[in-house]
């Protein structure tokens, strides 16, 4: 699947923009974990890994705890 052309993925881009503008300019603070989560799913031994049944895009109990839970709670830690 090609993200970068695909129509759904560039909605929901458009939507994931509005958003982040929406909460900066009422200065609301977020985590915007896929830019900072660094699973990157294009390596197969990443998405078996660390993914739900290898789908390279939901990640699995241990995905989550490698790659997400710590940017979350450090930035829970800064509010």
């Known amino acids: 699947l090609d993200w ?4 759904q993925s560039k909605t929901f881009m458009a939507y994931k923009e ?5 909460l900066e300019k009422w200065g609301i603070p977020y985590l915007d974990i896929s830019e900072v989560g660094g699973m990157d799913t294009i390596f197969d ?3 078996s890994a660390y993914t739900a049944n290898a789908d390279r895009y ?3 109990q241990r995905g989550y705890e490698q790659f997400y839970v710590p940017h979350i709670i450090k930035f829970m830690e800064q509010l």
């Not at 970068?4 to 129509?7: L, V």
């Open 4 to 7: 970068a052309s695909n129509s």
């Open 58 to 60: 939901h990640p699995n």
């Open 18 to 22: 509005a958003q982040k503008k929406i």
């Open 45 to 47: 031994a990443i998405a």
